[in-house]
């Protein structure tokens, strides 16, 4: 068995700037474990640009981000495995993984940092009846396709989804020649950004259809065509207005999931909202020592957030193995209420030191004149007046010493948006 | 009359622009001046980063992802591709190499984005 102080499991930019930052912090022995060929994560394949705006001030594109990371990493001398997949996280921090030359690997941590990254969510989530010709592939995957290996995976497409990338999607198959022929998306609205409506969809024409989904995929070998209709308001679809749309390749972008499988196994408990885990304003899970950052604990929409979040929990996982004793220190929830579906932190620990924290959360639906209000025991210690909130945008709610002490003394702590 | 949606913050106020007077753009629909700014710009001079790829020869990875180093014309997108197809560059490429000089006398390169090594 193989001992590490840090060991980061997944060297996406999340595991980067952990690394870079428990580094940093004076600790020497971090590992870094990476599936992958190379470092980077999901950047390597976001060739697009509009990467590192509030970290840098500059747009970078995902692989320009993602290598300004990688040589902090390597000016270091910070160790990384690649071609590693980690099989198994136990609770007493063994790990188990597997790598292509070495073939099993023990090692033993005194913390864990997960950031392994999120996954699309499986097509079998998508409900579509009809045969499963050749065709049919996840946003994710045909942006690998066409930005790593420079393959085209088809050339008249349609798009189900309108998350950023199926967006990002339908310019980047356009840029190569294919003809996007509709993005349908099931609810109102879409859960992406304006700018990428505006500048992947709108700028090339390309229709927007709300409240429109799939209700068939024609074809054997290959997909020949898809049947699109409307929604009523309990999203089932009116058949009576379905049309054909002609096309070679239909391509699902219906969101992403934390990928969770280790934190399960090693008995961190999850949220069923974010399907991250739970952490607390430490970002350590329910299980001692195992911390987690990135898309992992929640799905980020701006990388910037997530190196900001990475960097606090490798500053965090030294403070932790380098304490003399682990003392448990009892920590308050924080509610998610009223328009607000979750909080990342779930918890904040009790009579911790006075210091800013930022709050993290997601609206369920779109709100407009509204305000985000943190409250403990009654009283308002946070009221941040937003003219619009919608499910595609993380909020941040950036709170000061003062205003964390005293949520830190409170019994009941709620967040909550308020119309005004 | 043009309508635009305002990228710049996530309201994406719908503005209307009017622009039958070149001197004397009028926008209406904005909630905040950024607003008038980029209807006014939309109609005068629309500008796009654009990225793309360009095949490597004798490289660790078959493709290498590129960027317009500034911005360039809207109208210019599709001609800018052109440039691209059937460009071949030699690895090793690395960020910020040249990979098109001067797009259709915009002043503007095309620069690589990611650092391709040599297979071999
Ligand atoms: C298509 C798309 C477009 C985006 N566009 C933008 C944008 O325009 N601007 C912006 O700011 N942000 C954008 N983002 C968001 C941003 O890229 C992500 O939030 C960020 O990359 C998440 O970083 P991460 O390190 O948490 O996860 P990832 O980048 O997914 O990294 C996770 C890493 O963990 C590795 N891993 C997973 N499991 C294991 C295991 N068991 N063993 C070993 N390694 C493992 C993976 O191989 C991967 O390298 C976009 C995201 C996507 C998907
Ligand atoms: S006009 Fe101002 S408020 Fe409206 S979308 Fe643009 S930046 Fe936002």
Redesign the interface.
Known sequence: MKNVRILIIGGGPAGLAAAISAYDKGERDILILEREDKLGGILNQCIHNGFGLHTFKEELTGPEYAQRFIDQVNERQIKYLLNTTVIRVEENLEVKALNEEEGLLNIKAEAIILSCGCRERPRGGVNIAGSRGSGIYSAGTAQKLVNIDGLMPGKEVVILGSGDIGLIMARRMTFEGAKVKAVVELLPYSSGLNRNIVQCLNDFDIPLMFSHTVVDIKGEDRVTSVVIAEVDDHLNPKMETAQEIKCDTLLLSVGLLPENELAKGAGVSLSRITRGAYVDDNLMTSVPGIFECGNVLHVHDLVDFVSLEAKEAGEKAVEYINESEHIKIDRIEIKAEDGVRYVVPEFILKNNDASEMTLKMRVGNVYRKTKIVVEADGEVIHSKPKQIVTPGEMETIPLKSDEVLKLRNAKEIKVYLRSV | MKE????N????CHLVVDDSDKNNVKVTGY?CLRGKQYGIDEVLHPK??????V?VLNGK???V?V?TKEAIP?GL?FKS?ELLKGLKIEAPVH?GDVVYQNILDTGIDFVA???VERSK
Do not use: A, D, E, H
């Open positions: 635009f949606i305002c990228i913050c996530p309201l994406g909630t796009r980063m654009v990225t793309s790829s095949i990875m078959p493709v992802s960027k809207k997108i591709l960020i984005t990611r650092n």
